[in-house]
């Protein structure tokens, strides 16, 4: 099957990129607010609890005062960089992509040859898909490894910074492609965080040219609509809001109330990792230009866009994404694409934000470092990376007993002495 087509045989740019630019604008991410969480508690990232509520805020011009509505930050505002290099790009002929810098000549190189073989993945991609749903059908069960794999081998690993990427070794089947290429995929130790705090591995971890950690991706079965399970869901619903009188849209059609994953949590544990990775980016590399870090959460239908800044202490959420054109089925949707490269390359692309005035940061947090306050030095100085296993730590004496081994023979340990040990959480 050939690749999409250039716009003019003369340029190298991929029209299908240039197509499907204009059509990110509807990609918005919610600003969420956590309300209650397990983050000060030895918790794997399966357990993590994180209820939230979305950001509002009230209109100050006159024709629309008294209007509340949720607050969201456009894609095209966050990743205006990488608007502007496509836009740059368009019409160049190979000499002129010769001239760009060497990391954007790399990633625009690598988006071109994706789609130029598109048709090859959209093959792959379709053959594990399909039997893994016809094994669903079968067993009700699918192997999340082999879509995760497929996912990787056929898609976000082709469009990653160098196409280098590590999957979790935890898995009990280590599997190679399905779809027939049979490439053996790169397993290896993919542990972050700290065992007094949250902890546990992601599914992928995906690289620099520099062989530092980028960006993470947490991979499920099925990502689908199940309203009768919204109650017992921790979230709030998105579809419309009634606040005062005033009815307000959600940023997207399927939000994360509405998505159950192929387990119970799937949510909170992609929120969590996603607060873990940046919180240890920040810590491993304290000169990034900003600390808006991704964590891609994908199914074979959908993906979603959870980013965390831990310079800010600000977290969004984006609106799901379908992976395939919904009138065109098997075919991957360019949109699609285009939003998951410039997410992995988010280090050259995505801007972050930038405050005129040190108070707007206000309305944007998380109050994350706020909820964990007593743990904060844990998340901000001794969170580890690559860690095969991580040791059991009992919750109902991790404050005192942690603060003891770091304060031992400071004033303030001496009077914790004479304190109960066990906490109550």
């Not at 073989?117 to 669903?136: D, T």
């Not at 067993?139 to 990653?160: D, P, Q, R």
């Not at 994908?298 to 959870?306: A, E, K, L, R, Y």
């Amino acid at each position: 099957m050939a690749g999409r087509e250039n716009s003019q045989s003369g340029e190298t740019l991929n029209k299908s990129i240039v197509l499907a630019l204009p059509h990110l604008d509807k990609v918005k991410f919610a600003v969420l607010e956590i309300i209650n969480c397990n983050a000060t508690q030895s918790v794997s990232f399966p357990d993590a609890f994180c209820k939230y509520e979305i950001d509002l805020v009230k209109l100050e011009r006159e024709e629309l005062k008294h209007e509340v509505r949720s607050l969201n930050v456009n894609f095209s505002t966050l990743f205006k960089t990488g608007f502007d290099f496509i836009d740059k790009c368009r019409g160049m002929n190979r000499e002129d992509i010769e001239e760009l810098n060497r990391n954007e000549r790399k990633a625009i190189t690598t988006l071109d040859e994706y789609f130029q073989n598109i048709g090859v993945h959209e093959q792959s991609l379709n053959k594990v898909f399909g039997m893994e749903k016809e094994k669903k059908s079968q067993s009700n069960s699918h192997s999340k490894t082999a879509i995760t794999v497929a996912l990787v081998e056929h898609l976000l690993g082709k469009l990653a910074p160098g196409q280098s990427f590590i999957i979790n070794d935890g898995s009990n089947n280590k599997e190679n492609c399905k779809c027939g290429c049979d490439v053996a995929p790169n397993y290896g130790s993919t542990g972050i965080g700290h065992e007094v705090v949250w902890h546990g591995h992601a599914d992928i971890i995906f690289s620099s040219h520099h062989e530092e950690n980028e960006c993470i991706a947490k991979c499920e079965s099925s990502l689908s609509s199940d309203e009768s399970q919204q109650e017992t869901t921790p979230y709030l619903s998105l579809k419309r809001r009634r606040i005062d009188g005033i009815e307000e849209d959600s940023p997207g059609e399927k939000l994360m109330t509405e998505v159950k994953g192929h387990t119970a949590g799937t949510s909170e544990q992609a929120i969590a990792q996603a607060i873990v990775f940046s919180l240890l980016q920040k810590q491993r590399h304290p000169n990034f230009q900003n600390h808006m870090i991704p964590n891609i959460l994908i199914s074979p239908d959908f993906f979603q866009i959870i980013l965390y800044d831990a310079e800010h202490d600000i977290l969004l959420c984006s609106n799901f994404i379908d992976l395939f054109n919904v009138n065109n089925e098997g075919r991957l949707s360019s949109e699609a694409v285009l939003t998951l490269w410039l997410v992995l390359h988010y280090r050259i692309f995505c801007k972050g934000f930038v405050f005129e005035e040190p108070t707007e940061v206000e309305i944007f947090k998380s109050n994350f470092q706020e909820l964990v306050k007593e743990k904060w030095n844990i998340y901000t100085n001794c969170l580890k990376k690559s860690v095969p296993g991580f040791p059991v730590v009992d919750n109902g004496i991790s404050i005192d007993t942690w603060n003891r081994k770091v304060l031992q023979g400071t004033e303030y340990c001496k009077g914790m002495k004479k304190r109960k040990l066990h906490v109550n959480f």
